[in-house]
């Protein structure tokens, strides 16, 4: 019988072999997760993997995998045919870090094929949060807590205080899957943090659910950690001036490990960030060691790199930042019109959101001056407080934050979302919350225009993008997006203002957080057709970009001191370019108009050649940043030719009408075109896919711009689309009011259609 046994035993994995293809995807995925969590594999490791998916021979490939992924296995659990668990040590080295998290791997052998929670529990971390955040010290008041029910078939005597040291999760979100695949072999990861330094002791056991405990305590594992002591790191943060401020830093150790730990942060550093945002004099704690410590403010600022050594009690990280642009000092204001607290990234539970005093220090780290903190659907009910219809008491001149609200969620949504900046009331007639808005966009911008506010359509192109690359095309879209859906629309109507006159129901387009294609060609055929919507930039922090505040941007020309109305009112009027900060189109200029003022209208009295110029700068860095360019869709990255240079164009109803190159060297230069004007006609100039400015509208002999008849074609049969798409988005009482608003647009492109002498 035992040799029986033994035989079966030895015989087990040739007769049921783990499948190479599954056990190699899953080991990609944890790759993939290390790091999201800042917690990398080695590079040898992630070679090792990327050989293993060469192999022909499944066997030759689960060995690579194994040899990569266990040396960083903490525990091995091994689930019988019984699903019973056991658990032993694995190869790593238990090593944590005072007030800080690590991550390990956990090897599962899973002969039951199981396809439960695989659960970590323990004496020693008695506490966990509600939604899995982590606890420190100063966190009691702020979270939920539940106690964990320590194994009722393995009693052991409560832990006092002293005991209670030690955090940990597994993490069971994407790339991952919460619960076991049912392969033979998998891996996992558990987060572990300590509360202490030096040695500490845990017995830390394993289950798939009740019952699933092997018998003889063998789930148990008892561990000693050495815990590596954090040491106290000032911050000395000098602008370009030598005056104390605030920078954005990524500190990696020689592993490549990001400090502190991703995984479970607290605001105001974000779990979806490896970098935070430190001021002048602030501390941050890390264990004594090697760092790598990258460090910037924005992109006005030149990015740079030091080694920093942590030893002993006192280590000051002293940086000096170098600008290599500042708008600023010519009256041009950087903003960010639209930025979440709550909601995609950003945990809705154990808080809701973050707070206020969190996101003015994300603007401040990346020298954005204007943030507009708008309220959507996740959290509504506890961001509200937040508004106050004026700038935030967390406002640090120049740097000011408002709470408005972004139209997400609830009300006309389905039709398009909206960004409303500059709100006197946060939330209409009937009710305190989201469940009462308007249905129809254009009633939405009644009530928001009625008090003043400033208002266009969020991440434009969804829902809109054609299929073609040109800029422009004449391909309908299909308008089953939530962007500039029902702009189409709205753009044709006046509503009132808060002095009774008739004003646009929509005053500008969003761009530079969607395909620049389906943005300039919606906004494009609008202008062509005589409409005067403006174009601003936005990021949508941190729901379509979460990597940083102000990644898509508004550069707004005031006269005198920033304040937010006035910032608001320059995006009304157009005195303004958009940009993603690497590139700069300032002092736009056709004939004697500069943009954005006297409704940047040039009157000509008949056809004639004008003078378009800007000052104009742009920065890249000498290596092509590939991620970017797969990341972000507006960026300087896809303009670069030739090494360094990028194109300046000069656009005229739509089309390019010349062009120069210039070096990205940051040095600022005039770039300007002599341009022929035939008609009424709107002129702008850009360097694609970076900045953008706003038109100056050229009006020749009196007449309205009238630029094109396969623009107004496009735009009349828009309205349709949009109506099959949209109709059954508004409510019943609604529904009569869309149908005037629709075929007022119809009326509205047709007339255009027939003024129009130009295909």
């Given at each position: 019988?035992?040799?029986?046994?033994?035989?079966?035993?030895?015989?087990?994995?040739?007769?049921?072999?783990?499948?190479?293809?599954?056990?190699?995807?899953?080991?990609?995925?944890?790759?993939?997760?290390?790091?999201?969590?800042?917690?990398?594999?080695?590079?040898?490791?992630?070679?090792?993997?990327?050989?293993?998916?060469?192999?022909?021979?499944?066997?030759?490939?689960?060995?690579?995998?194994?040899?990569?992924?266990?040396?960083?296995?903490?525990?091995?659990?091994?689930?019988?045919?019984?699903?019973?668990?056991?658990?032993?040590?694995?190869?790593?080295?238990?090593?944590?870090?005072?007030?800080?998290?690590?991550?390990?791997?956990?090897?599962?052998?899973?002969?039951?094929?199981?396809?439960?929670?695989?659960?970590?529990?323990?004496?020693?971390?008695?506490?966990?949060?509600?939604?899995?955040?982590?606890?420190?010290?100063?966190?009691?008041?702020?979270?939920?807590?539940?106690?964990?029910?320590?194994?009722?078939?393995?009693?052991?005597?409560?832990?006092?205080?002293?005991d209670r040291w030690l955090d940990m999760m597994m993490f069971n979100k994407q790339p991952l899957t919460q619960k076991l695949s049912g392969l033979g072999v998998e891996y996992r990861i558990i987060q572990l943090y300590s509360r202490d330094a030096g040695q500490r002791e845990a017995r830390i056991s394993f289950n798939v659910g009740q019952g699933s405990q092997d018998l003889g305590f063998r789930n148990d594992c008892d561990i000693l950690f050495r815990v590596a002591p954090a040491r106290n790191v000032k911050f000395k943060?000098l602008d370009e001036n030598g005056k104390p401020t605030t920078a954005m830093f990524t500190i990696r150790d020689s592993q490549g490990r990001v400090y502190p730990s991703q995984a479970k942060r607290l605001a105001p550093d974000f779990p979806f960030h490896p970098q935070i945002y430190r001021a002048d004099g602030e501390i941050l704690k890390l264990p004594e060691g090697a760092y790598h410590v990258d460090y910037t403010r924005g992109p006005e600022y030149v990015q740079k790199s030091l080694d920093l050594n942590v030893k002993g009690s006192a280590t000051t990280l002293s940086v000096r930042l170098a600008r290599w642009i500042d708008p600023s000092l010519t009256g041009w204001w950087?903003?960010?019109?639209?930025?979440?607290?709550?909601?995609?990234?950003?945990?809705?539970?154990?808080?809701?959101?973050?707070?206020?005093?969190?996101?003015?220090?994300?603007?401040?780290?990346?020298?954005?001056?204007?943030?507009?903190?708008?309220?959507?659907?996740?959290?509504?009910?506890?961001?509200?407080?937040?508004?106050?219809?004026?700038?935030?008491?967390?406002?640090?001149?120049?740097?000011?934050?408002?709470?408005?609200?972004?139209?997400?969620?609830?009300?006309?949504?389905?039709?398009?979302?909206?960004?409303?900046?500059?709100?006197?009331?946060?939330?209409?007639?009937?009710?305190?919350?989201?469940?009462?808005?308007?249905?129809?966009?254009?009633?939405?911008?009644?009530?928001?225009?009625?008090?003043?506010?400033?208002?266009?359509?969020?991440?434009?192109?969804?829902?809109?993008?054609?299929?073609?690359?040109?800029?422009?095309?004449?391909?309908?879209?299909?308008?089953?997006?939530?962007?500039?859906?029902?702009?189409?629309?709205?753009?044709?109507?006046?509503?009132?203002?808060?002095?009774?006159?008739?004003?646009?129901?929509?005053?500008?387009?969003?761009?530079?957080?969607?395909?620049?294609?389906?943005?300039?060609?919606?906004?494009?055929?609008?202008?062509?057709?005589?409409?005067?919507?403006?174009?601003?930039?936005?990021?949508?922090?941190?729901?379509?970009?979460?990597?940083?505040?102000?990644?898509?941007?508004?550069?707004?020309?005031?006269?005198?001191?920033?304040?937010?109305?006035?910032?608001?009112?320059?995006?009304?009027?157009?005195?303004?370019?958009?940009?993603?900060?690497?590139?700069?189109?300032?002092?736009?200029?056709?004939?004697?108009?500069?943009?954005?003022?006297?409704?940047?209208?040039?009157?000509?009295?008949?056809?004639?050649?004008?003078?378009?110029?800007?000052?104009?700068?742009?920065?890249?860095?000498?290596?092509?940043?590939?991620?970017?360019?797969?990341?972000?869709?507006?960026?300087?990255?896809?303009?670069?030719?030739?090494?360094?240079?990028?194109?300046?164009?000069?656009?005229?109803?739509?089309?390019?009408?010349?062009?120069?190159?210039?070096?990205?060297?940051?040095?600022?230069?005039?770039?300007?075109?002599?341009?022929?004007?035939?008609?009424?006609?709107?002129?702008?100039?850009?360097?694609?896919?970076?900045?953008?400015?706003?038109?100056?509208?050229?009006?020749?002999?009196?007449?309205?711009?009238?630029?094109?008849?396969?623009?107004?074609?496009?735009?009349?049969?828009?309205?349709?689309?949009?109506?099959?798409?949209?109709?059954?988005?508004?409510?019943?009482?609604?529904?009569?009011?869309?149908?005037?608003?629709?075929?007022?647009?119809?009326?509205?492109?047709?007339?255009?259609?027939?003024?129009?002498?130009?295909?």
């Amino acid at each position: 019988m035992l040799l029986f046994a033994i035989s079966t035993l030895l015989h087990t994995p040739q007769q049921n072999p783990i499948p190479a293809q599954p056990l190699l995807a899953q080991a990609r995925r944890i790759s993939e997760a290390l790091d999201y969590l800042g917690n990398p594999l080695p590079a040898a490791a992630k070679r090792q993997l990327d050989l293993a998916a060469t192999q022909t021979v499944d066997a030759k490939a689960i060995q690579l995998v194994e040899s990569a992924l266990d040396p960083h296995v903490l525990f091995e659990v091994d689930i019988n045919p019984e699903s019973r668990v056991k658990v032993k040590l694995g190869a790593a080295k238990p090593i944590l870090v005072e007030s800080g998290w690590r991550q390990y791997l956990v090897k599962v052998k899973n002969e039951a094929g199981v396809t439960a929670e695989l659960a970590a529990i323990s004496p020693n971390a008695q506490t966990v949060f509600e939604a899995g955040y982590p606890k420190t010290a100063s966190d009691d008041a702020l979270r939920p807590r539940m106690q964990i029910n320590i194994n009722d078939r393995n009693p052991r005597p409560k832990p006092n205080v002293r005991d209670r040291w030690l955090d940990m999760m597994m993490f069971n979100k994407q790339p991952l899957t919460q619960k076991l695949s049912g392969l033979g072999v998998e891996y996992r990861i558990i987060q572990l943090y300590s509360r202490d330094a030096g040695q500490r002791e845990a017995r830390i056991s394993f289950n798939v659910g009740q019952g699933s405990q092997d018998l003889g305590f063998r789930n148990d594992c008892d561990i000693l950690f050495r815990v590596a002591p954090a040491r106290n790191v000032k911050f000395k943060v000098l602008d370009e001036n030598g005056k104390p401020t605030t920078a954005m830093f990524t500190i990696r150790d020689s592993q490549g490990r990001v400090y502190p730990s991703q995984a479970k942060r607290l605001a105001p550093d974000f779990p979806f960030h490896p970098q935070i945002y430190r001021a002048d004099g602030e501390i941050l704690k890390l264990p004594e060691g090697a760092y790598h410590v990258d460090y910037t403010r924005g992109p006005e600022y030149v990015q740079k790199s030091l080694d920093l050594n942590v030893k002993g009690s006192a280590t000051t990280l002293s940086v000096r930042l170098a600008r290599w642009i500042d708008p600023s000092l010519t009256g041009w204001w950087s903003g960010d019109h639209h930025i979440h607290a709550a909601g995609c990234a950003h945990y809705d539970n154990p808080t809701e959101g973050v707070l206020a005093t969190d996101m003015a220090r994300h603007c401040r780290g990346e020298d954005l001056k204007v943030g507009c903190n708008l309220t959507w659907g996740p959290c509504f009910d506890y961001q509200k407080q937040f508004f106050t219809g004026s700038i935030s008491p967390e406002s640090r001149y120049p740097y000011l934050l408002r709470y408005d609200v972004e139209v997400s969620g609830f009300g006309s949504h389905q039709s398009g979302h909206l960004c409303l900046l500059r709100l006197k009331n946060q939330i209409p007639p009937g009710g305190d919350s989201w469940k009462h808005w308007p249905t129809l966009g254009l009633n939405t911008l009644k009530w928001a225009k009625k008090q003043g506010a400033v208002c266009g359509p969020a991440h434009s192109g969804n829902g809109i993008m054609p299929p073609e690359a040109a800029i422009p095309t004449y391909t309908i879209p299909p308008y089953n997006g939530i962007g500039a859906n029902e702009y189409i629309v709205d753009v044709t109507h006046l509503v009132e203002g808060p002095d009774g006159s008739m004003v646009p129901a929509v005053d500008f387009i969003s761009t530079e957080d969607t395909q620049p294609v389906a943005e300039l060609n919606m906004w494009y055929h609008t202008l062509n057709c005589g409409y005067r919507t403006r174009a601003s930039g936005e990021t949508d922090f941190p729901c379509i970009f979460g990597e940083r505040v102000g990644i898509g941007r508004s550069y707004v020309k005031l006269d005198g001191k920033l304040d937010f109305d006035s910032w608001c009112e320059g995006i009304r009027n157009g005195r303004c370019y958009v940009s993603d900060g690497m590139s700069h189109l300032m002092d736009f200029k056709v004939g004697e108009r500069n943009v954005g003022e006297q409704g940047s209208e040039l009157n000509l009295a008949a056809p004639r050649i004008v003078h378009v110029s800007a000052m104009v700068a742009a920065r890249l860095p000498a290596t092509p940043d590939i991620a970017a360019m797969r990341r972000f869709p507006w960026t300087l990255e896809h303009a670069r030719k030739n090494g360094n240079e990028v194109p300046v164009e000069v656009i005229v109803n739509g089309k390019q009408a010349g062009f120069k190159w210039i070096k990205a060297d940051g040095a600022l230069q005039e770039v300007s075109f002599d341009v022929p004007i035939e008609r009424s006609s709107w002129v702008a100039m850009r360097i694609l896919p970076s900045s953008h400015t706003n038109p100056v509208f050229v009006v020749v002999g009196g007449k309205p711009i009238r630029a094109s008849k396969k623009s107004a074609e496009w735009c009349l049969k828009g309205v349709d689309v949009c109506w099959q798409q949209k109709q059954r988005t508004y409510a019943a009482a609604e529904q009569s009011d869309a149908r005037s608003a629709y075929e007022h647009a119809r009326e509205a492109y047709r007339k255009i259609l027939s003024e129009c002498e130009v295909e």
